[in-house]
């Protein structure tokens, strides 16, 4: 059964206190504000900018004493050329030095700068080489911060007089990668815009899903390293959730089927499967999976859909929530007050009116 209203207290328990959401935006707006108004950052920034779950509305409750995640994304007038990745790094780790709120909380990571706060983690990524176009639409209200998916879900950049061709085009942005040595290409813009479009195509259930889905996994996957996390599991989510869905059961129970469809050969043949990123097709984002990784992730996902078939299948309330709860443990809310069955039970004796009772 699809249990619309259980679903819906699942949803409730597994997303972020209103408490986290405030501190996440406290935090975010506090390391914004102050690279904003750096003195030695005034003549390279020119905004900044969400990105991630928090800002495509996936974000899930921490487990396992993690932290809330919150990206956020510094666009800069920095010349690639003139800028190796880890002078950026470099450059940017001092600005940070230079406040006790990030002094001795960050780290150097491959592709951003990861700073811990006591519940929230964020992750600040440093990006380059935007048109006049494309900064016109960055520090416009259009694109502002708080537009995630579930608070404005009709959000979307729209033709007007900023665009000399009349129309939006999405245009990828450079970031450092330290590792590699080198700038890449990165377009978040593009899937913060393809969220919100699919969502409004399943009716507002594709972000659930995704919430939904990730919860299984982060309680499936705990403990095993190398194995695909929460960015990846909602890549996999997003290619196979069709439109048109009637419920988060329905969209639970034919994305797993469509994974494991899907990538069924790649498992017979040892393989990990190319899944290309939403924003820069070129790009595998399945890449550092190694096979052996993704057989385990594949194997859960099998076993998770013919669980989840079953219960969705079943007509039988009481026993359809158990199998609900069999995916995803004490969140889903159990079916005590459902009757077992919905079979006619012939009484055993006549009915007899009882005596009125009045206030």
């Given at each position: 059964m699809e249990l619309p209203s259980y679903f819906n207290d699942m949803l409730t328990k597994i997303r972020p206190s209103q408490d986290l959401l405030d501190m996440c935006v406290g935090a975010h707006?506090?390391?914004?504000?102050?690279?904003?108004?750096?003195?030695?950052?005034?003549?390279?920034?020119?905004?900044?900018?969400?990105?991630?779950?928090?800002?495509?509305?996936?974000?899930?409750?921490?487990?396992?004493?993690?932290?809330?995640?919150?990206?956020?994304?510094?666009?800069?007038?920095?010349d690639p050329i003139n800028w190796t990745p880890a002078q950026v790094q470099e450059h940017f780790c001092q600005v940070l030095s230079k406040d006790s709120r990030y002094r001795g909380n960050y780290r150097r990571q491959g592709r951003s700068i990861g700073i811990s706060l006591e519940k929230i983690s964020l992750d600040l990524v440093i990006t380059a080489a935007p048109s006049g176009t494309l900064k016109d639409v960055l520090k416009s209200?259009?694109?502002?911060?708080?537009?995630?998916?579930?608070?404005?879900?009709?959000?979307?950049?729209?033709?007007g007089p900023s665009f000399p061709d009349g129309e939006w085009k999405s245009e990828p942005l450079l970031i450092p990668d330290r590792d590699a040595g080198r700038w890449e290409q990165t377009d978040p813009i593009s899937h913060i815009e393809w969220t919100h479009d699919k969502n409004r195509k399943t009716d507002g259930h594709y972000v659930n899903v995704v919430k939904a889905l990730k919860w299984w996994w982060t309680w499936e996957s705990s403990g095993?390293?190398?194995?695909?996390?929460?960015?990846?599991?909602?890549?996999?989510?997003?290619?196979?959730?069709?439109?048109?869905?009637?419920?988060?059961?329905?969209?639970?129970?034919?994305?797993?089927?469509?994974?494991?469809?899907?990538y069924a050969y790649n498992v017979h043949q040892g393989t990990t499967p190319f899944i290309a990123d939403v924003g820069i097709p070129s790009n595998n984002v399945f890449q550092r999976v190694p096979p052996d990784c993704f057989r385990e992730f594949y194997d859960s996902v099998k076993a998770c859909a013919t669980k989840a078939r079953a219960a969705f299948d079943d007509p039988d309330q009481?026993?359809?929530?158990?199998?609900?709860?069999?995916?995803?443990?004490n969140v889903f809310p159990p079916s005590n007050n459902a009757p077992a069955s919905k079979t006619f039970q012939k009484p055993s004796q006549p009915a007899e009116p009882r005596k009125a009772r009045f206030a």
């Open positions: 707006t506090e390391l914004r504000e102050t690279l904003v108004n750096d003195s030695e950052l005034k003549d390279i920034v020119v905004t900044t900018f969400l990105q991630g779950s928090y800002r495509r509305s996936t974000l899930i409750r921490p487990v396992n004493g993690s932290k809330a995640d919150v990206d956020v994304v510094l666009v800069t007038s920095l209200e259009v694109f502002g911060s708080e537009f995630s998916v579930e608070a404005h879900p009709e959000w979307k950049i729209v033709k095993r390293k190398g194995l695909p996390k929460g960015y990846l599991t909602e890549c996999l989510v997003g290619l196979h959730c069709p439109d048109g869905l009637e419920s988060v059961a329905e969209g639970v129970t034919l994305v797993l089927e469509g994974i494991r469809d899907a009481a026993s359809s929530a158990r199998g609900w709860i069999g995916i995803f443990g």
